[in-house]
């Protein structure tokens, strides 16, 4: 087999229903052709509702109670963990990152790559840095077999928008505007991979949005009045719900030849996690997987139509430097959601049945306590189980330093 390129494209804050919900309102035509020439998993499960767990899950196939990245300033990768990076660096695969927002290499995320570029939040694809990032894939500047992890921070508050995009025509809301905007920028970035790339397009977390811009005005002007008495209403990090664990997965893997090596336009339905991009990316290129992951290969569900009978695992930490008793933890099969907060028992245990409350309206764990200490107990075996936790690695006091008024900058602090 000859192995092919892999192009992970991960869009900051992209929702599940950007690519497939009924009423999206963006247009991208980019975007579409990449679902449509390959496999989109419809149910995808972040693992957390920020960035920086996110991405760990995502490289390393475990939960951040293994992986030791429990949000977004303070703590670094577990150093005991295998990472994707260096399974694949191990297969003589060259290893690239270009990664913004809070992917900062204190993290420990930087291990395992040949380079790993961090940028500032104001470069993107429309600017120097995108053109010097196609000039590379132009040039063939990176090695083939190369992994290109690739972070765009476009559709991240404030939101980037060329201004040809800036009217409704192109959404219904600055979030819609951005993914419409971006999707132009991403068709002459594709269309540069050299043949045999797999790309694996992805959300990090989702986005809970203020649909229309005059609700969002209304609701700007009610936070600036109140202040953060206001419930937040837009942006992420506060919870577990569905428009923020609710992520788009696609797998397309392009011949070069005008066929794919996947099968086009397929959708699987079945609950699927963050953590199974690991070993699944090695499944399908024939790389043995390691032992030690949460994650599990989507492969068998991918080519063919397998059962996979997965449930995830949740996180949410709040805020940045938020009291422990503000974490919820959860649980999400394809029927229920359960949500609690195990260092504060004042806050109210949670539970959904997804299928006849999709927008969980309806808290129903005092009507079913048996459903929520099952899905409590299925949360306790599987911290309990034989991937060992990490406590957690604290950066430095200079580390802290170094990346505090960057989360500043950024809108985190």
């Not at 594709?190 to 959300?203: K, Q, R």
């Not at 788009?248 to 392009?254: G, K, N, R």
């Not at 048996?370 to 006091?397: H, K, N, T, Y």
């Amino acid at each position: 087999m000859i192995r092919p390129n892999i192009l992970v494209l991960l869009i900051d804050c992209l929702r599940a229903d950007a690519l497939s919900g009924a009423r999206r309102g963006a247009r991208i035509p980019t975007l579409n052709r990449l679902v449509h020439s390959g496999v989109a998993c419809t149910q995808a499960i972040a693992s957390a509702s920020s960035t920086t767990p996110c991405v760990a899950s995502l490289l390393t196939g475990t939960y951040s109670f293994v992986h030791g990245i429990r949000s977004i300033f303070g703590l670094k990768l577990n150093p005991s963990v295998l990472s994707l990076v260096e399974t694949l660096r191990a297969c003589d695969y060259q290893t690239y990152a270009e990664v913004s927002g809070p992917l900062f290499p204190e993290t420990g995320l930087d291990r395992g790559f040949d380079a790993y570029h961090f940028r500032e939040g104001s470069a993107y694809l429309s600017t120097t840095w995108g053109t010097d990032l196609r000039r590379r894939l132009q040039s063939a500047e990176l090695r083939a077999p190369w992994f290109l992890f690739l972070h765009l921070w476009e559709l991240h508050h404030h939101r980037h928008i060329l201004p040809e995009f800036g009217s409704r025509t192109y959404g219904r809301n600055r979030y819609e505007r951005a993914l419409s905007s971006l999707d132009s920028q991403l068709a002459t970035l594709l269309a540069l991979l050299p043949p045999n790339t797999l790309i694996v397009v992805h959300g990090d977390h989702g986005e809970r949005i203020v649909k229309t811009d005059l609700r969002y005005r209304a609701y700007r002007l009610w936070r600036d009045l109140l202040g953060r008495t206001t419930a937040k209403r837009e942006g992420h990090e506060m919870d577990v719900y569905e428009d923020l664990i609710r992520v788009p997965l696609v797998f397309t893997w392009l011949a070069g030849d005008g066929h794919t090596l996947l099968p086009a336009g397929k959708r699987v339905a079945q609950l699927v996690r963050q953590v199974d991009i690991f070993p699944t990316v090695l499944d399908l290129i024939d790389v043995p997987l390691p032992s030690g992951l949460h994650g599990q290969s989507l492969k068998s569900a991918l080519v063919a139509d397998a059962p996979l009978d997965l449930e995830a695992y949740l996180e949410a930490f709040l805020r940045i430097r938020s009291d422990p008793r503000d974490r919820r933890v959860g649980w999400r099969s394809e029927e229920w959601k359960y949500i609690y907060a195990p260092q504060n028992p004042r806050l109210a245990e949670e539970l959904y049945h997804l299928r006849e409350d999709p927008r969980e309206r309806h808290n129903l764990a005092s009507h079913r306590p048996e459903v929520a200490l099952a899905l409590r107990q299925r949360i306790e075996s599987l911290q309990q189980g034989p991937l060992a936790p990490s406590p957690g690695v604290a950066m430095s006091e200079a580390e802290k330093g170094a990346i505090e008024k960057r989360l500043t900058d950024l809108g985190y602090m």
